[in-house]
């Protein structure tokens, strides 16, 4: 089976002013579909440059991409653009989710441009279902600020899935999120690729990347570590034991 995501040496350079910085060194990647992956470093490791290129929010300067067998290193910006809409579902910390429209409307909005035409029955039924996904089914006609953090970024994730993408790029997805919403929407992410759908994730936090099946680091653009994850953490499990603590605080004299 040919890999999802296919990097061979990868060079990215911004030139500014006189000097050129070197943000991505001669990387090359390769991701099978059903992965769970993140990429970690430092601020300046060159992670973000790597997220964008694969998110092709960016091209390369030099080297060849190839997602779900397609060559995007030189695509021009429309055809980045549908390629995006088409085979990336993006979630970020922010959320970005419009503030005067309802859940189930926020995750409609990538339907409106995809090339497959879908009457709006169709689009509203797929919403529903991406909903469900996440378990927020019953929260369709809710408002993003009558929404938690933690149901926001589900959300953000329903949004993602409704075009049914190759796979999921998810920026720092738990940056905004208390302990406890983190490791849920751990969970969601563990569900859906247990499901097959494929998750490539940008964080700092080594307990998060915990989650995942395999660590990459970067470190002044280059790849330094690629290993699987030994220990991995399940969600369940660690909700499971804080809520055994918060139970022990509450019962404590």
Known sequence: ?????????????????????????????????????????????????????????????????????VDVSRLDRDELASIRNQKIGFVFQGFNLLSRTTALENVELPLMYTHKHLTAHEQRKRAVQALGVVGLGSRADHHPNQLSGGQQQRVAIARALVNQPAMLLADEPTGNLDTQTSI?????????????????????????????KRNVIMRDGRIVSDVAVASRLSATEELRKLKEAQQAVQLAP
């Open 1 to 69: 089976m040919s890999p999802i995501i296919q990097l061979e040496n990868i060079h990215k350079v911004y030139h500014t002013g006189e000097v050129d910085v070197h943000a991505v060194r001669d990387v090359s990647l390769q991701v099978a579909k059903g992965e769970f992956m993140a990429i970690m470093g430092a601020s300046g490791s060159g992670k973000s440059t790597m997220m964008n290129i694969l998110g092709c929010l960016d091209r390369p300067t030099q080297g060849r991409y190839l997602l779900d067998e």
């Open 184 to 212: 849920e929407i751990m969970g969601v992410f563990q569900k859906l690729n247990d499901e097959g759908i494929t998750v490539v994730m940008v964080t700092h936090e080594l307990d998060i990347a915990s989650y995942t």
